[in-house]
């Protein structure tokens, strides 16, 4: 009802048997301010006042009250009695207090103006309504009656509308700028509908509440939040409109709600958001261009029905969420359509509960079927699957997979004896993923356009044969907490790093090609006991580093081309580097703080600095290595002692063949000899002419001949 139609209807009531009192401050009405009016009017009566400025007054009386013209209230109004009706004032208050506070039931205002300082309106009364008026105050409207409505108004405030601890309250067809708009506390079955919101905080909250409907509204801005619930029971988010912010609808703590038919985009962070909340249905949203179009955080026993995510950077995001049902999502055109991950709870061998979910082929993966299975056995996966994901299974074969653009490409969880072959993965998180695996096995696959290309974790007796990690930004392989890995064979290139393995042990990496990473081509990192035997490492930022890893024994790899090291042992002990080749490098072999470790039979020449660097290393033994044309020196040795050198040759290296600041042996005493001098003439073989070292020490029985001793 519009405002003209109003007033007539007012006027209409107020003929029949009521009187129409004329407030008029030039004195020629029945009363010169609202107050006056008020004594002299009963219930029923029409006040009518003309244009100026009044007093505020209280309405102890069933009053229709009307302004006509310019009218202004100053100061603090109250509305006792019930049933009065107050048309075109405008009220405004220059105190704390509320510009008008309606206690009496069934009470209207409307086109009305309302300013404040601090709260236009607080409503106790029940069956209040409000229509087309405008507020402007840092507080708008605080509601404690039930069943009140605000229909049409334009509210612009902090905190637009507060209803707390009361029910059936409407907000409808409005237009609220506000920091947070409405806010329900405490409070059910209210409705807030087909509103527009614009603003940077939250448009609706739901806090503790319950049986609310959110619904038909228009939110844009830079909302923290757009609609949300924490704490709430039994809402209903339906067929809202949310562009921009950084969550469009989020429940946090709270369950049995139902969030369908809205178009949300351009949330930074979420869409949808589940937060700690269990048994709520999210059907028939669509959601394009946000951060995840859906995202579950700790959040179980959802269903998830007919949502589209297109655009998003995550399609549905799952983390930490166990046994949610997902049927007829449509992920198309997101940069990974679908991810899922163990979150806080740390899930993974131990504890695959997050991964525990009710995923079934009518899931699209950009046209292709979802393959999800849980606990299943001796099962041959179909190879036209978007994404495979396999928990608590065994037995379970899959060949010629062609997957792109899923946050894991194909995921393997708690899984025994599984076998995936001749399968890609491109653009992906993870493009293969093993966590908590016994004796599975992934052979001539490829991951491309990765950030990690293949990733075992917490996994045991796996192997990783004849494949391919090419442009991976992080890296090509990674084995995190495994056992008796097996890298057979395979190739990296381009990557962020090659193959790296953290706090692994018993692993053998073998007849791999590490080439042309940024960082390091084979890392290994607090991995004990493990084998490197017949790599090349070529053309990386390092070739193959260990740090912090006992008992690894390196045998014929290929370290060359490396902008710094070709090989890097530091922090460890009991290591053994036999036949590699270290040349093209910075430097050859640098070794720092280890003890008791042997090379022997290196080949260590043309790098760019020095062949052989040492620092702070004891106890290793040195012999049978080919040490020569490097730029700056064949060995350097810094703060080092007690290392055996013998039976080597330093040949042709740029400013000295060696330098040694510490306590080490260069020879093997005169049975077994020295080493090979290229600026030294010995004169047999071993000589007994000392050669002296740069910085002492000196090699007592040098040869004449390189590989004299042979």
Same mark, same amino acid.
């Given at each position: 009802?519009?405002?003209?139609?109003?007033?007539?209807?007012?006027?209409? /009531?107020?003929?029949? #048997?009521?009187?129409?009192? !004329?407030? #008029?401050?030039?004195?020629?009405?029945?009363?010169?301010?609202?107050?006056?009016?008020?004594?002299?009017?009963?219930?029923?009566?029409?006040?009518?006042?003309?244009? $100026?400025?009044?007093?505020?007054?209280?309405?102890?009386?069933?009053?229709?009250?009307?302004?006509?013209?310019?009218?202004?209230?100053?100061?603090?109004?109250?509305?006792?009695?019930?049933?009065?009706?107050?048309?075109?004032?405008?009220?405004?208050? %220059?105190?704390?207090?509320?510009?008008?506070?309606?206690?009496?039931?069934?009470?209207? &205002?409307?086109?009305?103006?309302?300013?404040?300082?601090?709260?236009?309106?607080? /409503?106790?009364?029940?069956?209040?309504?409000?229509?087309?008026?405008?507020?402007?105050?840092?507080?708008?409207?605080?509601?404690?009656?039930?069943?009140?409505?605000?229909?049409?108004?334009?509210?612009?405030?902090?905190?637009?509308?507060?209803?707390?601890?009361?029910?059936?309250?409407?907000?409808?067809?409005?237009?609220?700028?506000?920091?947070?708009?409405?806010?329900?506390?405490?409070?059910?079955?209210?409705? !807030?509908?087909?509103?527009?919101?614009?603003?940077?905080?939250?448009?609706?909250? &739901?806090?503790?509440?319950?049986?609310?409907?959110?619904?038909?509204?228009?939110?844009?801005?830079?909302?923290?939040?757009?609609?949300?619930?924490?704490?709430?029971?039994?809402?209903?988010?339906?067929?809202?409109?949310?562009?921009?912010?950084?969550?469009?609808?989020?429940?946090?703590?709270?369950?049995?709600?139902?969030?369908?038919?809205?178009?949300?985009?351009?949330?930074?962070?979420?869409?949808?958001?589940?937060?700690?909340?269990?048994?709520?249905?999210?059907?028939?949203?669509?959601?394009?261009?946000?951060?995840?179009?859906?995202?579950?955080?700790?959040?179980?026993?959802?269903?998830?029905?007919?949502?589209?995510?297109?655009?998003?950077?995550?399609?549905?995001?799952?983390?930490?969420?166990?046994?949610?049902?997902?049927?007829?999502?449509?992920?198309?055109?997101?940069?990974?359509?679908?991810?899922?991950?163990?979150?806080?709870?740390?899930?993974?061998?131990?504890?695959?509960?997050?991964?525990?979910?009710?995923?079934?082929?009518?899931?699209?993966?950009?046209?292709?079927?979802?393959?999800?299975?849980?606990?299943?056995?001796?099962?041959?996966?179909?190879?036209?699957?978007?994404?495979?994901?396999?928990?608590?299974?065994?037995?379970?074969?899959?060949?010629?997979?062609?997957?792109?653009?899923?946050?894991?490409? !194909?995921?393997?969880?708690?899984?025994?004896?599984?076998? /995936?072959?001749?399968? %890609?993965?491109?653009?992906?998180?993870?493009?293969?993923?093993?966590? $908590?695996?016994?004796?599975?096995?992934?052979?001539?696959?490829?991951?491309?356009?990765?950030?990690?290309?293949?990733?075992?974790?917490?996994?045991?007796?796996?192997?990783?044969?004849?494949?391919?990690?090419?442009?991976?930004? &992080?890296? $090509?392989?990674?084995?995190?907490?495994?056992?008796?890995?097996?890298?057979?064979?395979?190739?990296?290139?381009?990557?962020?790093?090659?193959?790296?393995?953290?706090?692994?042990?018993?692993?053998?990496?073998?007849?791999?090609?590490?080439?042309?990473?940024? $960082?390091?081509?084979?890392?290994?990192?607090?991995?004990?006991?493990?084998?490197?035997?017949?790599?090349?490492?070529?053309?990386?930022?390092? @070739? /193959?580093?260990? +740090?912090?890893?006992?008992?690894?024994?390196?045998?014929?790899?290929?370290?060359?081309?490396?902008?710094?090291?070709?090989?890097?042992?530091?922090?460890?002990?009991?290591?053994?580097?036999?036949?590699?080749?270290?040349?093209?490098?910075?430097?050859?072999?640098?070794?720092?703080?280890?003890?008791?470790?042997?090379?022997?039979?290196?080949?260590?020449?043309?790098?760019?600095?020095?062949?052989?660097?040492?620092?702070?290393?004891?106890?290793?033994?040195?012999?049978?290595?080919?040490?020569?044309?490097?730029?700056?020196?064949?060995?350097?040795?810094? #703060?080092?002692?007690?290392?055996?050198?013998?039976?080597?040759?330093?040949?042709?290296?740029?400013?000295?063949?060696?330098?040694?600041?510490?306590?080490?042996?260069?020879?093997?005493?005169?049975?077994?000899?020295?080493?090979?001098?290229?600026?030294?003439?010995?004169?047999?073989?071993?000589?007994?002419?000392?050669?002296? +070292?740069?910085? @002492?020490?000196?090699?007592?029985?040098?040869?004449?001949?390189?590989? @004299?001793?042979?």
């Amino acid at each position: 009802m519009n405002a003209v139609a109003l007033l007539l209807l007012l006027l209409c /009531i107020a003929s029949c #048997d009521a009187r129409t009192i !004329v407030v #008029d401050p030039s004195g020629r009405g029945e009363a010169a301010t609202l107050n006056a009016a008020i004594q002299r009017a009963g219930p029923g009566d029409l006040i009518s006042i003309l244009p $100026g400025k009044y007093p505020a007054a209280t309405v102890d009386k069933s009053l229709n009250i009307s302004g006509a013209g310019d009218v202004v209230i100053v100061g603090s109004n109250k509305v006792l009695a019930p049933g009065c009706r107050i048309f075109g004032l405008a009220m405004t208050a %220059s105190d704390d207090m509320p510009a008008i506070i309606i206690e009496g039931r069934d009470c209207h &205002l409307s086109a009305c103006s309302i300013t404040a300082i601090a709260t236009a309106c607080r /409503i106790t009364g029940e069956n209040f309504s409000m229509q087309d008026c405008r507020i402007d105050s840092p507080a708008g409207l605080e509601i404690f009656g039930a069943r009140c409505a605000v229909i049409s108004s334009s509210i612009n405030s902090d905190v637009a509308v507060r209803i707390n601890r009361t029910a059936g309250s409407r907000i409808t067809g409005c237009r609220i700028a506000a920091l947070q708009g409405v806010l329900v506390e405490e409070s059910g079955d209210c409705r !807030v509908l087909n509103n527009s919101f614009s603003g940077d905080g939250f448009a609706v909250v &739901l806090k503790a509440s319950h049986d609310n409907l959110i619904s038909g509204n228009n939110l844009s801005g830079s909302y923290v939040s757009g609609l949300d619930a924490e704490g709430s029971r039994g809402d209903n988010f339906t067929e809202n409109r949310i562009s921009g912010g950084k969550v469009g609808i989020s429940l946090r703590r709270s369950e049995e709600s139902l969030i369908s038919g809205n178009v949300i985009e351009k949330s930074e962070q979420a869409g949808i958001f589940l937060d700690d909340s269990a048994r709520n249905i999210l059907e028939d949203n669509h959601l394009t261009a946000n951060g995840n179009g859906i995202l579950l955080q700790g959040s179980s026993f959802n269903s998830l029905l007919s949502n589209v995510a297109s655009f998003n950077t995550y399609g549905i995001s799952l983390r930490g969420s166990s046994r949610n049902l997902l049927r007829d999502s449509l992920l198309h055109n997101n940069s990974y359509n679908l991810r899922l991950t163990a979150g806080e709870s740390g899930g993974s061998s131990s504890n695959p509960l997050p991964f525990d979910q009710d995923i079934d082929g009518s899931n699209l993966a950009d046209g292709r079927p979802v393959c999800y299975l849980v606990g299943a056995s001796a099962v041959r996966v179909p190879s036209d699957c978007g994404f495979l994901g396999l928990v608590s299974c065994r037995d379970i074969r899959a060949l010629d997979l062609n997957i792109a653009n899923s946050s894991t490409g !194909v995921l393997l969880v708690n899984c025994s004896n599984c076998n /995936i072959q001749n399968s %890609s993965v491109r653009h992906a998180e993870s493009g293969f993923l093993l966590s $908590g695996g016994q004796a599975c096995t992934l052979g001539r696959s490829r991951a491309e356009d990765c950030q990690t290309g293949f990733l075992a974790e917490d996994s045991s007796a796996c192997q990783i044969v004849a494949s391919q990690a090419v442009n991976c930004t &992080l890296q $090509g392989i990674l084995a995190e907490g495994s056992a008796g890995l097996g890298l057979l064979g395979c190739r990296v290139e381009g990557s962020g790093a090659g193959a790296v393995l953290r706090g692994s042990r018993l692993c053998r990496i073998q007849n791999c090609s590490l080439l042309y990473s940024r $960082g390091e081509g084979l890392s290994l990192s607090k991995s004990h006991n493990c084998s490197l035997l017949a790599n090349e490492a070529l053309f990386n930022e390092n @070739g /193959i580093s260990i +740090i912090g890893s006992n008992s690894c024994y390196i045998e014929s790899n290929n370290a060359s081309g490396n902008e710094r090291d070709g090989i890097s042992l530091q922090q460890l002990e009991l290591a053994e580097a036999v036949r590699n080749i270290a040349s093209a490098n910075a430097q050859g072999i640098y070794i720092q703080s280890c003890r008791l470790f042997h090379l022997q039979s290196n080949l260590l020449g043309e790098n760019s600095r020095y062949g052989l660097r040492m620092s702070l290393s004891r106890a290793g033994n040195i012999t049978e290595n080919n040490v020569h044309d490097n730029g700056l020196a064949g060995a350097n040795l810094v #703060d080092c002692s007690d290392n055996l050198i013998y039976h080597n040759v330093f040949a042709n290296n740029g400013l000295q063949n060696a330098a040694d600041n510490g306590d080490n042996r260069w020879d093997g005493g005169s049975d077994m000899g020295g080493n090979y001098w290229s600026d030294f003439a010995a004169s047999a073989n071993p000589g007994v002419e000392p050669r002296p +070292i740069v910085g @002492g020490g000196s090699d007592r029985y040098p040869f004449r001949d390189a590989w @004299g001793w042979q």
